[in-house]
């Protein structure tokens, strides 16, 4: 077994590593008030909506991302892509999660409401509207499948979409939808025939959300990662046009599924990342902090649970590397995707936990990063799918 980096991931990190310093670095200078501890108040209205510069600046990184071949890489390279294989992608984003916080998120991988596998399924025209202008970072887009009743279970989703003639009536809420008030078009997930708890009858629509009958509900408030923005997306007797439908009428389950998969490979590739940032700016804390004469690395109860820690990022990278490869090489992953994505969610949340308490008061302050780490990590254990989700799939494919 060949244990080293792929070269063309080595080769990826590089040139983004160049990217950021030369492109987003000045832009982080200009804009240092959407940075740090007070970014909040800077990013958000009193309605806890982005103002219209921060949306301008990320509308900026888009482009500058897109015109360097980084926004959207997972495409193929017939729309615009860089066709990068599942391994590589997860290197990335491990890459990019393993460093300061700043504004190069947004600037690949379909960050923030970028292109996804699913649009693959785009006939000529909603090539035309829908894509191109995606893979340009002109226009974003949202992925709307979980509803406030059925968060986990989709097969249950109440939104339906009625045939009228020659248009499809969209009726539902959805909840949880990353970047549903700035988004373009939604991805939505109706049921369009058969019975609720059918996999079969699900269909995916695209939606402008500017159409008569789309608004944008309550805009969640998560306790970190606020740049995601969640919010909910309610759809009453909302029209769109026959061609409005994705790929083959009732396969949008299978549809989700697919995208889901990958994006839990994403996930826990990023969690990797950061726990191993935190492991990192735990030792360099405890290295200079002193105490009755002695570093805080020289006492085995702060020294011994960062190498806990630090073994773990060891394996569950090398598990979500697996993962990836087998998905790669076409084999089924399922178990080993959802074992990738459950290890490494918990791992980030022990990493932010330990990390705190090495850092003491310090780590509990938003003056430094592990705080903001802290709170995110938790979310990680819930999107893309719950532990008790991917506890739940591990058992099923042990049955098999």
Known sequence: MDFSEPERATRLKSELEEFIETEIRPLEEEHGRFLGPDAERHIFDDEFRQVPEYLDLKETIRKKAAEAGFWGMTMPEEVGGRGVDTLTDAIVAEFLANRPAGLHTYAVRGAGGGPTPILLACDEGQRERYLEPLMAGEATTCFALTEPEHGSDPNFLETTAEKDGDEWVIDGKKAWVSNAPYADF?????????????????????????????????????????????????????????????????????????????????VAAGCVGSADFLVREAVEYAEGRETFGQPLIERQGISFPLAEVAMDVERTRQLYRYAAWKVDNGEDARKEVAMAKLAAANLE????????????????????????????????????????????????????
């Open 186 to 266: 939604a991805m939505v997930f109706a049921r369009t025939s058969g019975d609720p708890g059918e996999i079969r009858g699900i269909s995916c629509l695209l939606v402008d959300t500017d159409t008569e009958g789309v608004e944008v509900g309550e805009i969640h408030r998560p306790m970190g990662h606020a740049w995601v923005a969640p919010a909910e997306l309610v759809f009453e007797d909302c029209r769109v046009g026959e061609d409005a439908l994705l790929g083959e009428e009732g396969k949008g389950f299978f549809q989700a599924m697919d995208w889901i998969g990958s994006a839990r490979l994403g």
């Open 349 to 400: 949340q022990r990493a932010a936990d330990v990390a705190m308490q090495v850092h003491g008061g310090e780590g509990y302050s938003r003056r430094g990063p592990v705080e903001e780490r802290f709170r995110t990590a938790r979310g990680k254990r819930l999107t893309e799918g719950t532990d008790e989700m991917q506890k739940r799939t591990i058992v099923q494919e042990l049955r098999e």
